[in-house]
């Protein structure tokens, strides 16, 4: 499992890698700064209210009010960061997959390719549940106290497991044996996840979570096939 991770990050340099992480690193921050101009917009409508109490001047509410507003807008940003990055990364999913099959694997023959359209609908699924998942987690993670961090660890790891080990191993056996090859390693995959999970608190490395999130499942994928007892399985 260390292992897969590490053989993700040395081909951090693969021109091919590099691609697609910049593309998906602009098209998100092009999005998240529209929608923060779009978020200013808002905050500008709202009309002062020029409040007194008693003949006391509070127009200072109006000031708190609008840094309030900032400040919910800059953490929604950071919070819908990485499921947007996942969502434009999982267009290019194959890419990666591609350039560590012909690195680490170049006797294979090359694996089926999904629909633009079919991926894009399954990274809106996979963003969805995850940002649907951590709204509903925040009200755990109020009353965990000190093990809060395990359960976004949990939580997180359970789902970007699920979701980029059985969409790589897709390409190469179908989704319906993908699906029961991460049944039957259920434990390493979750676990695999849960590493994935710890960057994703970090805004900046959380971007790069995705690639090396396909990469190192990609390795995973294909350490557990080579497995005799895995094959005719799959």
Do not use: C
């Amino acid at each position: 499992m260390i292992g897969d991770f590490l053989k993700a990050i040395g081909q951090l340099g693969d021109p091919r890698f590099l691609r697609v992480f910049g593309i998906s690193v602009a098209l998100t921050l092009a999005l998240l700064v529209g929608a923060l101009f779009g978020w200013s917009w808002l905050v500008g409508m709202i009309p002062d209210a020029d409040l007194t109490l008693f003949g006391a001047d509070l127009s200072f509410l109006d000031g708190l009010a609008a840094v309030l507003a900032w400040t919910a807008g800059a953490i929604g940003a950071v919070f819908l960061m990485f499921p947007v990055a996942a969502v434009f990364i999982g267009l290019f999913l194959e890419d990666i997959a591609d350039a560590v099959e012909a690195r680490h694997f170049p006797h294979l023959p090359p694996a089926g390719r999904m629909g633009w359209g079919e991926t894009l609908a399954d990274g809106l699924v996979f963003a969805g549940a995850l940002l649907l998942a951590n709204l509903v987690g925040l009200v755990f993670y109020l009353f965990a106290g000190p093990l809060a961090p395990f359960v976004f660890l949990a939580v997180n790891g359970l789902l970007l497991g699920r979701q980029y080990f059985e969409l790589v191993a897709a390409r190469r056996i179908g989704a319906r044996a993908a699906r029961a090859l991460r049944k039957r390693h259920a434990g390493p995959i979750w676990l695999a996840g849960g590493l994935m999970a710890l960057g994703l608190s970090v805004p900046l490395i959380g971007l790069a979570i995705p690639v090396l999130g396909v990469a190192s499942f990609t390795h995973m994928y294909h350490r557990i096939a080579a497995n005799p007892s895995e094959t005719g399985r799959a």
